[in-house]
């Protein structure tokens, strides 16, 4: 048997060793990260309220290139009164938008100022709020939001790999809201014809920049 003293100690030694293990498994896991590079398939729904514009949902695909500082997004846009398929590039160094337009056999393309971003998370300032349960899935609550708090950001992310899952994007002053949820997440280096418009679209482009 052990002595009486050695007893107590050892009770409180384990009693603090299973302390210390609870309070590593409650720690806040680490700020997510970024990617420089991917691919991923969105299901997103926004609207404007001050356009009283509701509930607009679609289908995309994004490509993101930290090292071409571009973006692309695909889909399906009204255009003209028509819904037709898009490619649309953002060309960040240059602050360009090339919009491209498909209908049936036709191409049309345009030029324009890029006057806004895209949103890539910051998360510097995010702080951690806890678990979420999506689409039957556990992951991790994260809140961004300015000093003003006109523009927040609620992000989540996979306990396992944390992938991007949803990102809620709000910006007060403009009214505008758009829930983004990620479908599928590649991360990896992106090849050089996604942000390449083919030659005779491009010769043949609306440049508006110019007017």
């Known amino acids: 048997f052990f002595p009486m003293k050695t007893t107590l100690l050892l009770i409180a030694l384990l009693g603090f060793a299973f302390a210390l293990h609870n309070n590593l498994l409650k720690a806040d896991p680490a700020k997510p990260t970024w990617p420089k590079d991917f691919s991923a398939s969105l299901d997103v729904r926004n609207w404007n309220t001050h356009e009283r514009i509701r509930n607009r949902h679609g289908f995309y695909r994004w490509f993101y290139s930290s090292a071409r500082n571009m973006d692309r997004i695909d889909g399906l846009v009204d255009f003209e009164g028509e819904l037709v398929v898009s490619n649309q590039f953002f060309d960040h160094a240059a602050k360009k938008h090339?919009?491209?337009?498909?209908?049936?056999?036709?191409?049309?393309?345009?030029?324009?100022?890029?006057?806004?971003?895209?949103?890539?998370?910051?998360?510097?300032?995010?702080?951690?709020?806890?678990?979420?349960?999506?689409?039957?899935?556990?992951?991790?609550?994260?809140?961004?939001?300015?000093?003003?708090?006109?523009?927040?950001?609620?992000?989540?992310?996979?306990?396992?790999?944390?992938?991007?899952?949803?990102?809620?994007?709000?910006?007060?002053?403009?009214?505008?809201?758009?829930?983004?949820?990620?479908?599928?997440?590649?991360?990896?280096?992106?090849?050089?014809?996604?942000?390449?418009?083919?030659?005779?679209?491009?010769?043949?482009?609306?440049?508006e920049t110019k007017a």
């Open 98 to 207: 090339y919009a491209v337009f498909y209908q049936a056999d036709l191409a049309t393309c345009f030029i324009v100022h890029l006057n806004h971003t895209l949103p890539h998370p910051n998360f510097d300032n995010a702080r951690y709020v806890g678990k979420a349960v999506i689409d039957h899935e556990n992951l991790n609550h994260w809140l961004s939001e300015n000093k003003e708090r006109t523009h927040t950001l609620n992000y989540y992310d996979t306990e396992d790999g944390r992938l991007p899952a949803r990102m809620d994007w709000h910006d007060a002053q403009r009214g505008e809201t758009a829930i983004i949820k990620f479908r599928e997440f590649d991360e990896g280096s992106q090849g050089e014809h996604i942000f390449t418009i083919p030659e005779a679209i491009l010769r043949s482009c609306n440049d």
